[in-house]
Each structure stands twice: as C-alpha cells, then as structure tokens.
T-cell receptor, first 114, second 116 residues
Framework: AQSVTQLGSHVSVSEGALVLLRCNYS??????LFWYVQYPNQGLQLLLK??????LVKGINGFEAEFKKSETSFHLTKPSAHMSDAAEYFC????????????FGQGTTLQVKP | GAVVSQHPSWVICKSGTSVKIECRSL??????MFWYRQFPKQSLMLMAT?????????EQGVEKDKFLINHASLTLSTLTVTSAHPEDSSFYIC????????????FGPGTRLTVL
C-alpha cells in the first residue's frame, strides 16, 4: 500500500530564504508523485509532478522537487521565498496513473515572514 | 483553463436531512471525477471515484448508501450526503481528470458541511 508522510505540519521562513518542505513516501511499485498547493478559499493547484522521467522536476512559481529513490523522498524546494508563497502544501502519491487515485500527505502550512 | 467549481461553498443543515453538493468542470469534459473528504488539520481522504455514466467506485470504509454519487454528464458530478449527522461535518472536495490518459487532477475549492 502507498502512503505519504510530510514532516512538519508548519514551516516558517523569512522572505528570500530557502523553502524546504519534506515528503517521504512508501510504495511497493514505482510511484507517481505530486505536489499541490492550496491558497485560502481556493482549490488545490498542481505545482509539479514526477512520473518516472527526470528525477529533478521543475514546477510553477520557481518550485522544484527531486525524486530520491534511495531515500524514498520527494522534497519540495524553492531558493527564495516570496510572501505570495504562503499557503498549504500537499504531497501526494499515485499508485497508478490509470486510475488517478491520489493518496495525500497531511499537508504543511508555509508561513513567510517579511 | 481546467476550472472546477463546487456548489455550495458552505452549507449548514439539521441532523437527519440530506445535502447535495455539485461539482462542475467549467471548461473541459471530465470523464472521471473524484470526491475527497478533509477533516481539520488532516489530509484529504479519497471517498470515491466517479466515472461518467457508470456507478461510482467507493473506497473501503465509505458507506455508498450514505454518500450517493451521481455522474450524469461529462461536466457534472453530485455528492449527496443522506441522513446527515454531526460526524459527517467536514470539508468535501472534488477533482476532475480531463481525459483518461492524463494523471493530472483539477480540484474544486471545496464545500464546508456543518451538520447541527
């Protein structure tokens, strides 16, 4: 069975600082991995996804994530935080791209301080 | 493009009544829609997968007679919470896939249900 663990329910960084949101997964088959962002009162928006191509995945808004099989991780990073990055971030794993089922982590709230 | 809406955005109802939540794909046809439930400070939990023109597939532990799902058209899926009770109070989120070959889901903004 697949599962996702996001380390840290709340992360606070200063504007301009590095953003690192951690995600570890468990999967018995090669996984598809996703990062979604949720702004207040809005639906989840896809940031990026890993689908067994390049291990370093670049997404929107300057975010990227690296798939590390040996560490079963898919951490999300951004070199320089912006105030507009403050939101809830969800890591998700899909056991199969055909069914589209997503298993979500518990989410990480990113706070950006001026 | 790829906008998904939900209606209503919030609803309060009395215990024992039924509530219908709509999920619409506004600018694309969605062969598959998904319904999730999110409790405060918790993750999204998949409730069911809804395919247009066929019966929904429910996840283990989800009561299909309590959470009725209808996907009558390629742009609309509905979730009806029947005989709602306070423990059904939650945030319900839908998502839609644009076509069978894609793995990207587009999410609605969610519906907050409060059962008194």
């Amino acid at each position: 069975a697949q599962s996702v663990t996001q380390l840290g329910s709340h992360v606070s960084v200063s504007e301009g600082a590095l953003v690192l949101l951690r995600c570890n997964y468990s999967s018995s088959v090669p996984p598809y991995l996703f990062w979604y962002v949720q702004y207040p009162n809005q639906g989840l928006q896809l940031l990026l996804k890993y689908t067994s191509a390049a291990t370093l995945v670049k997404g929107i808004n300057g975010f990227e994530a690296e798939f590390k099989k040996s560490e079963t991780s898919f951490h999300l990073t951004k070199p320089s935080a912006h105030m507009s990055d403050a939101a809830e971030y969800f890591c998700a794993v899909s056991p199969s791209s055909n069914t589209g089922k997503l298993i979500f982590g518990q989410g990480t709230t990113l706070q950006v301080k001026p | 493009g790829a906008v998904v809406s939900q209606h209503p955005s919030w609803v309060i109802c009395k215990s024992g009544t039924s509530v219908k939540i709509e999920c619409r794909s506004l600018d694309f046809q969605a062969t598959t829609m998904f319904w999730y439930r999110q409790f405060p400070k918790q993750s999204l939990m998949l409730m069911a997968t809804s395919n247009e023109g066929s019966k929904a597939t429910y996840e283990q532990g989800v009561e299909k007679d309590k959470f009725l799902i209808n996907h009558a058209s390629l742009t609309l899926s509905t979730l009806t919470v029947t005989s709602a009770h306070p423990e059904d109070s939650s945030f319900y989120i839908c998502s839609a896939k644009r076509g069978a070959r894609t793995d990207t889901q587009y999410f609605g903004p969610g519906t907050r249900l409060t059962v008194l």
